[in-house]
């Protein structure tokens, strides 16, 4: 048995658990981290965050070759005690964990480089709270049918990968979003080998105002199921529009999630494309678990 001090926090509403293991010394269980993020018998998480030393972890090797400055990597574990490759939402509460432990330290203008299974990903400060580059993305994955409870006939996605692995699918109006079940997972057919997380969207009206896109969106999240927010699904989301929405669409977006609004913006950086993601990252309590 050890005792695990953590915090819990959360970026527009979608919720982690945080912890600092320097050494690499307590990795959990698949079994520890879904008992942990368990609404009913345990803190109740989206996921689980894991402060570590890149140096102190296996794939820590490859982000320190992609970028020495990636002292810290994020580990990333889904409710279920799934590994995902990124999470958006994510990185912001993991920089705030970082800098109010006093682990790193961000000035404006500065960037803080952290390690993830996706590449060493850059974050700023920003206005409303952090910005985090995410590098490249790709239109990745096809365009399964998408079926989810509620919805009376099947959709096409878009399948864009941002790190991890997404499926984007456009609804006709706000009711349709709303009266959507995503207590149960969506069928996508085909189904990703390595499955994925699945946004459901609609188009704001006017859909761009002042050059800037704006959408609403829900998302059920591979390994975690609903969530109030996924970072990385309203980029893939604001992408997918920009595609569907076709020759002069925006760069910037506003996307509107059960829990809050992030923004995204697309940009052109030396080795292509970029897209980015802002939004609010807080902590809320600390607590202490024995594990
Ligand atoms: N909520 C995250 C995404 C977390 C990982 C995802 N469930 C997956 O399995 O890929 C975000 O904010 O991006």
Avoid at 185 to 202: H, K, S, T, Y
Avoid at 258 to 267: D, Y
Wanted: net charge negative.
């Amino acid at each position: 048995m050890a005792t695990l001090a953590f915090t819990k926090g959360h970026g527009t509403g979608n919720d982690f658990v945080l912890y600092a293991d320097p050494d690499g010394e307590l990795d959990l269980t698949p079994a520890q981290v879904a008992a942990i993020c368990d609404r009913h018998f345990g803190v109740g998480a989206d996921g689980v965050l894991r402060a570590v030393r890149s140096r102190s972890l296996p794939e820590g090797a490859a982000a320190l070759a992609e970028d020495p400055d990636a002292e810290w990597f994020m580990d990333y574990r889904n409710a279920d005690g799934s590994i995902a490759e990124m999470c958006g939402n994510g990185i912001r509460v993991f920089t705030r964990f970082l800098l109010d432990n006093g682990l790193a330290d961000l000035s404006p203008g500065e960037t803080l480089a952290v390690g993830t299974r996706s590449g060493v990903r850059d974050v700023q400060l920003a206005t409303n709270g952090f910005q985090a580059d995410l590098g490249r993305w790709a239109l990745d994955g096809g365009e399964p049918l998408v079926r989810a409870k509620e919805l009376p006939v099947a959709r096409p996605g878009l399948g864009i990968n941002v790190g991890n692995p997404h499926v984007v699918v456009a609804l006709a109006s706000d009711e349709e979003l709303e009266s959507a079940d995503l207590s149960y997972i969506p069928v996508l057919d085909p189904e990703p080998v390595d499955g994925a997380n699945v946004e459901f969207v609609v188009a704001a009206d006017p859909l761009v105002r002042d050059g800037v896109g704006h959408i609403r969106m829900r998302v059920h999240e591979r390994g975690s199921g609903e969530t109030l927010s996924c970072g990385t699904g309203a980029v893939a989301a604001a992408l997918a529009t920009r595609y569907w929405a076709g020759e002069g669409a925006p760069n910037q977006w506003r996307v509107d999630v059960p829990g809050g609004t992030v923004g995204v913006r697309m940009f052109a950086a030396e080795d292509g494309e970029h897209v980015s993601l802002s939004g609010p990252a807080e902590l809320v309590f600390d607590g202490e678990l024995t594990v």
